[in-house]
């Protein structure tokens, strides 16, 4: 079996195209489990990343026809329409190197973004606790987080970093003329809400409100907080906005045509800024219509700005060489570790109705490959696996049956 993925991103589609082809939290153990029905042995498992960006799926498989995983998922997420263009497919070193690159932002939107890390991990660790990571694919998770800190640790590619949520708050410097005085309403209260929110208060913008779900507290520093009102004040808190920025996980948009019409009316027509970091979509797109409303997608932010992107550039080149050369090492040690778990698992059987003195001669024979194969050539065991592995391994794998080694 294999490192695979398939994926959708800001580079091969556009937001309305991404927004169908979602996997997070809430589908994932089902697609999982859809796919383990579909393809049977042929998969081990898989988990998803879903960003503002981009969604990949992850797998551990030895299915050879990408295109025909990819088919199973958009018929599970009941979008076949999007055509197999849009997607892309890697596996083994590629997969690899892709998805550190992913993770260190060197394939984001905004180059070098920081937020994309943070999102990867929570990704795993919802993955984990969903038992979605067998042994197998935690070792390129865990070669993968490495190569990213190997990435931001020898190269300046975090330097004055970029993030969506900041790019956000640039829009509104570049729009208003006197940002400090706007009331700004945040719509969502999870990770990149609180961001845009710690962002606008490192500006100096500080009359915030927000809506959630449900009323949360949203901490910034020890001076300043604010908690959030539920949905149900949305239409209310939203008459008094400036600047509305959007980042709630919905399958519908929360903002539409008529809400905004009404709120244009009770303002006399006072024009307002809506930012939408959803995918998907939080805002109806034809709200844009609307004279006196100017609406931004996320895949409008990477046109607002392009500070330091010369440096930036030759830093992600830089981190894209390490990626490379980090891979490689990487899956020879990933190779070797899963080759001896694959043995240790086969010959857990048999070793342990070893003899414990027969186990002492194997481990200090002078020929363990031959030795070993004589005590197992009249099982079911394939002999041929052993011959592959280095007698160091081997040594260290019988040794364990040894009481009190």
């Known amino acids: 079996m294999n490192l695979q993925l398939v994926g959708i991103n800001h580079k091969t589609s556009s937001v309305s195209q991404r927004e169908k082809f ?17 393809f049977g042995e042929r998969l081990s498992s898989s ?38 263009e849009y997607f ?15 993770a260190s932002g060197i394939d984001s939107q905004v180059l070098g973004e920081q937020e994309i890390f943070g999102q990867f991990k929570m990704s795993i660790s919802a993955a984990r606790d969903q038992s979605l990571i067998p042994k197998p694919m ?50 969502g209260a999870g990770s990149l809400g609180k961001s845009v929110i710690e962002n606008l208060y490192q500006k100096g913008i500080t009359k915030i409100s927000a809506v959630n779900r449900s009323s ?11 908690v959030s009102s539920s949905l149900q004040r949305l239409e209310d808190e939203i008459k008094y906005a400036d600047v509305v920025i959007t980042s709630i996980n919905t399958e519908l948009p929360i903002l539409g045509k008529g809400l905004i019409e009404n709120t244009l009316k009770s303002r006399g027509a006072k024009p307002i800024l809506l930012i939408d970091l959803g995918v998907p979509r939080n805002i109806e797109s034809s709200i844009s219509s609307i004279e006196q409303v100017y ?19 030759i830093e992600a080149e830089k981190a894209g060489n390490i990626i490379v050369r980090e891979a490689s090492k990487a899956i020879s ?23 414990q003195k027969d186990l002492i001669k194997i481990t200090n024979s002078n020929d363990i490959h031959r030795d070993l194969i004589e005590h197992l050539e009249d099982s079911n065991f394939r002999i041929e696996i052993i011959a592959k592995l280095d007698k160091h391994i081997l040594q260290s794998m019988v040794k364990r ?3 009190d080694a």
């Open 22 to 38: 979602i996997i997070n939290e809430t589908n994932q153990v089902a697609l999982n489990r859809y796919l383990k029905d579909t």
């Open 88 to 102: 892309y497919s890697f596996e083994g070193e590629d997969a690899l190197i892709h998805i550190a690159r992913v």
């Open 216 to 226: 949360k507290e949203i901490t910034i520093n020890e001076n300043f907080s604010i």
């Open 47 to 84: 988990f998803g990343l879903s960003t503002c960006n981009r969604t990949e799926l992850y797998l551990y498989s030895d299915i050879e026809d990408h295109i025909e995983i990819l088919n199973s998922v958009k018929g599970f997420l009941g979008c076949d329409e999007i055509d197999n």
């Open 333 to 355: 040690s990933i190779e070797n570790a899963n080759q001896k778990s694959e043995v240790i698992d086969l010959l857990d059987p048999y070793l342990t109705k070893l003899d």
């Open 138 to 187: 935690n070792y390129y998770i865990k070669k993968s987080i490495e190569i990213v800190k190997k990435v931001r640790t020898e190269t300046r590619i975090g330097l004055n970093p970029l993030s969506v949520s900041g790019l956000s708050v640039n829009l509104i410097k570049n729009i208003f003329e006197d940002p400090k005085s706007l009331n700004v309403l945040i719509i």
């Open 401 to 403: 049956y040894i009481h």
């Open 295 to 313: 609406l931004y997608t996320i895949d409008d932010i990477e046109k607002i700005t392009q500070d330091n992107y010369g440096e930036r550039l």
